[in-house]
């Protein structure tokens, strides 16, 4: 399973993304203007509570968007080059903040979505 993840993005191309048309230009705008967005509150938070930057941009897209996965694997690069040590407490923690509050959110916006949408007959059970 893990191959077949890992895999995912290696037939990406510009081709495809053309091929999707406007609709997949729109999303991928929005989804980096959201990575950066999550990036900038993280580091901004993080210094305006004194702590360190790093402990910010663990906060962010790196570990919201990424999960526990990628905050392991890149707190090992913030311990190596960087020193900050506990980077691995920071990565777990945030990426579980992150599962549970989008969890809490998720649910309730995905529900009033299709309640609110011209589709909503489709979707009832």
């Known amino acids: 399973m893990l191959a077949f993840f890992a895999t995912i993005g290696l037939n990406a191309n510009i081709a495809s993304l053309r091929a999707g048309g406007r609709v997949?230009?729109?999303?991928l705008i929005v989804v980096v203007g959201l990575l950066v967005m999550?990036?900038?509150i993280g580091i901004g938070?993080?210094?305006l509570l004194g702590l360190d930057p790093l402990m910010g941009l663990l906060a962010g897209s790196i570990t919201l968007s990424g999960g526990h996965g990628t905050?392991?694997?890149w707190s090992k690069?913030?311990?190596?080059?960087y020193g900050f040590t506990n980077a691995t407490e920071v990565a777990m923690a945030c990426a579980t903040f992150g599962l549970v509050l989008g969890g809490l959110?998720?649910?309730?916006v995905a529900r009033?979505?299709?309640?609110?949408?011209h589709h909503a007959e489709?979707?009832?059970g």
């Open 24 to 27: 997949v230009g729109i999303f």
């Open 38 to 40: 999550q990036n900038a």
């Open 45 to 47: 938070m993080a210094s």
């Open 71 to 73: 905050g392991a694997a």
């Open 77 to 81: 690069l913030f311990i190596e080059r």
């Open 105 to 108: 959110i998720g649910g309730p």
């Open 112 to 117: 009033y979505l299709v309640k609110h949408s």
């Open 122 to 124: 489709r979707y009832s």
